[in-house]
């Protein structure tokens, strides 16, 4: 008996959240039965649809949320996405300084190095982008055009560049071929036990008027610079070093600069599209007018491998 008192005191003290309950009514089956079921079965509902009125808010929420993520996700997209191509490319862009030494009457073109000091002046600057894991460079003539004409041995060319793990270092350049009439040129650096990330080669074939792209370079000397425009326009033609003319350049509003020459134009997947080469300038200003050119890539690829091969003659290739 005493175990049952103890029951319906521990019945009593979990429910007296609860509007008073008379014993007599857990017990009985007095005609005041339903009314107390009915009270406690309010009371349970209440319980019950308490959780789910909590999810059911938690979960429209939740879906607000959801909504204003999308709708500011497409800007966070693209720029994650440009700050991606742009990580991804330019450890394949390089920095091309031609240098003029100084020389002294014990100096032999073999003891001169290639520190910037009084002896080596920097005697201008442009980019350049890694074609192949041998060491190829890819550049302007224009860049490299006092190197290429030099007869006295004073020209030296430097390039910075970096290995697939982001290790800078720079390297003397050698002149493998040269093309004047697309202004193009290609340079070699020893690479002997370091790894290189050549640039992924796209097509000019299929451009388009207003499609972005990106140029990497090093204007003014600020390395790994990135300017941002779309293709203005197709088929245009400029001159070349040698005053012929060279047709099918791609013009862009993305700022090139003195130091971009030679550099990458790549499109939205990282490809290169063209060799940034050329500007107008506001007249007297020097700054460039937003109309801009590149030698298309598909020009590129047919000569580049031909002055690899062919470039110049035996005695002075790499």
Known sequence: MAVMVLGS???????NHFPPIHKHNITSSSSNTPKSQKNLLTRRRAIAFGPSLFVAVASSLTHLALAQQQQEDPLEQEEDRVVQLFQEASPSVV?????????????????VNLIEDENAKVE?????FIWDKFGHIVTNYHVVAKLATDGSGIHRCKIYLADTRGNGFYREGKIVGVDPAYDLAVLKVSVE???????????????HVGQSCFAIGN????????????????????????GRAIRGAIQTDADINAGNSGGPLIDSYGHVIGVNTATFTRKGTGVSSGVNFAIPID????????????????????
Not at 95 to 111: Q, Y
């Open 95 to 111: 920095f091309i300084k031609d240098l003029e030494i100084v020389r002294s009457p014990r100096t032999t073109s073999d003891d």
């Open 193 to 207: 036990g370091i790894e290189l990330k050549p640039v992924a080669v796209g097509t000019s074939q299929n451009l």
């Open 219 to 242: 204007p003014y000397g600020y390395e790994n610079t990135l300017t941002t425009g779309v293709v203005s326009g197709l088929g245009r033609e400029i001159p070349s070093p040698n």
């Open 299 to 318: 020009t590129v690829v047919r000569t580049v491998p031909y002055l690899i091969v062919y470039g110049t003659s035996y005695k002075d290739r790499f």
């Open 124 to 128: 201008g600057t442009g980019s350049g």
């Open 9 to 15: 005191f521990s019945l009593l003290h979990i429910h």
